[in-house]
């Protein structure tokens, strides 16, 4: 996974955002914030994870099924791919 | 926000949950891991993300707009409500 | 559904201008036209119908949960709300 | 679009599909309808509309970015895609 190691830092800067993310909601909830509050938050934090998947995404498009790869790994990304939307994009 | 309280310990199960699978993606990012099962992953934190968001709301409607809310507190939820879907509806 | 008459004029041409992509999708495909051109029409007619939901949404909640709804009427749309929200907010 | 045109009866049976709904939604707002069945039937819509869209980008991904297609012509398509999810996976 070549890009993920290209943009392996800027992509874990994400990651450890959403993880502050939830030790915030995890805190809002025992601390029994006010409740709207808590809907902000989660509200933020699947903008969040949207935006790392679009990331992730992008890069293994171009990267899996760009030119320079194999005519069989091309095949299995395809499939890959269009089995991920079949969840993803419901 | 009476219904966060009953519901406090199914609903921190569900941060929790999201909070492993941060950790399993970060993981998956720092050790290099195939990169569809990162985009797996992702997929499913999102859907996580999802039904918690759908959980709370649901508990915030019949706790915040119900018969019970007092005329004013009614009021201004329905503005917090109008304007949070004015983000998420996107 | 007294939001829906007041904005009557303003659904109506949203609704219309939906009708008018899916015309537009409709031709691009017996025509078949470039694919991709589908894709970004099919894309824009999605943000149209969501945009369309979310204003209905924010008239209805305004209206039908608003302080000048009868105990009965609030705890049935109360009801019918959450309940969209489980097939909506998949 | 080979894949378009494979398809083409399939997905215009689903195009008008959306349009007959749009027109019952077009009638609802017309009539007066119960607010609440508006809402439904546009839920309903904005699901067929996505369907619509995982279904031509399944045959798009498969066709224009696999085996048989030309490096330029690949190139393209990728750039096509990720700028496509840019808007769509917002």
Chains 1, 2, 3, 4 share one sequence.
Request: glycine share 6%; charged share 30%.
């Amino acid at each position: 996974m070549a890009h993920t190691i290209a943009n392996k830092e800027k992509l874990l800067l994400r990651v450890r955002k959403i993880k502050g993310q939830m030790n915030g909601i995890e805190k809002a909830l025992e601390q029994e914030t006010d409740c709207f509050k808590v809907l902000q938050q989660i509200s933020a934090s699947r903008g969040a994870i949207q935006s790392l998947m679009r990331e992730v995404l992008d890069g293994h498009i171009k990267e899996h099924l760009g030119n320079h790869v194999s005519n069989e790994q091309r095949e299995k990304e395809i499939e890959n791919l269009t089995s991920l939307f079949k969840t993803y994009l419901k």
